[in-house]
Nanobody
Framework: EVQLVESGGGSVQAGGSLNLSCEIS????????????MAWFRQAPGKEREGVAA???????SYSDSVKGRFTLFKDNAKNTLLMRMISLKPDDTAMYYC?????????????????WGQGTQVTVSS
């Protein structure tokens, strides 16, 4: 069973920065952490869960237009951890942020592509 544990959320003022971390453990069959596509999604109250950033098994990244240029993904293979650096945060970035992983994805930012999810970490940005 794959387990994902997020950390790093918090409250910041607009213009501030945060680093989110997602640690993956447990593997299915012969799939190792490096063979999982991983992504960050977020969900604000009353809104659908949306993909914000993802990295495929070849290390290629994809970002939503709303965060492009402000959020950056890093994969720490030694620690089986996916990091997301968020800068220039805006009140619209306020949401619960979820980490997701799956060994087979075609649309990296689609929530329907992922079968493994973390519990989420809250990010609140005040104006």
């Amino acid at each position: 069973e794959v387990q994902l544990v997020e950390s790093g959320g918090g409250s910041v003022q607009a213009g501030g920065s945060l680093n989110l971390s997602c640690e993956i453990s447990g593997y299915i069959d012969s799939h190792y952490w490096s063979s999982y596509a991983m992504a960050w999604f977020r969900q604000a109250p009353g809104k659908e869960r949306e993909g914000v950033a993802a990295i495929d098994t070849d290390g290629r990244t994809s970002y939503s237009d709303s965060v492009k240029g402000r959020f950056t993904l890093f994969k720490d293979n030694a620690k089986n951890t996916l990091l997301m650096r968020m800068i220039s945060l805006k009140p619209d970035d306020t949401a619960m942020y979820y980490c997701a992983a799956d060994p087979q994805t075609t649309e990296l930012l689609s929530r329907y592509e992922y079968n493994n999810w973390g519990q989420g970490t809250q990010v609140t940005v005040s104006s």
